[in-house]
């Protein structure tokens, strides 16, 4: 089992940064494909991105292509989400998820055996 925490969102400008991480505990990170999604009011949970137990695999959603980078450091069982060119339509609360899944990557949130608290990202025009 696995217990994650997120950390990092906040408030910024448009066309501004933030750097999101999730700290893994108990079993190592390494373990897991690890995930980011989030979700706004009145919306379902969306994927934004994906990264394989070496990290070799990599998958984003569409909508943050470009300007969302995904890493982890399997040394530190943590994972990052460096987000570029914020805009208003990304905020929401961001989940850190973890799976058991043995390889690649998943876009799908019941893939996900672990979830973190969440981190408010708002993002003002």
């Known amino acids: 089992q696995v217990q994650l925490v997120e950390s990092g969102g906040g408030l910024v400008q448009a066309g501004g940064s933030l750097r999101l991480s999730c700290a893994a505990s108990?079993?190592?990170?390494?373990?897991?494909?690890m995930g980011w999604f989030r979700q706004a009011p009145g919306k379902e949970r969306e994927f934004v991105a994906a990264i394989s137990r070496s990290g070799g695999v990599i998958d984003y959603g569409e909508s943050v292509k470009g300007r969302f980078t995904i890493s982890r450091d399997n040394a530190k069982n943590t994972v990052y989400l460096q987000m570029n060119n914020l805009k208003p339509e990304d905020t929401a609360v961001y989940y850190c998820?973890?799976?058991?899944?043995?390889?690649?990557?998943?876009?799908?949130?019941?893939?996900?055996?672990?979830w973190g608290q969440g981190t408010q990202v708002t993002v003002s025009s």
């Open positions: 998820a973890a799976s058991q899944m043995g390889w690649g990557t998943s876009r799908r949130t019941y893939d996900y055996d672990y």
């Open positions: 108990g079993r190592a990170s390494s373990s897991y494909v």
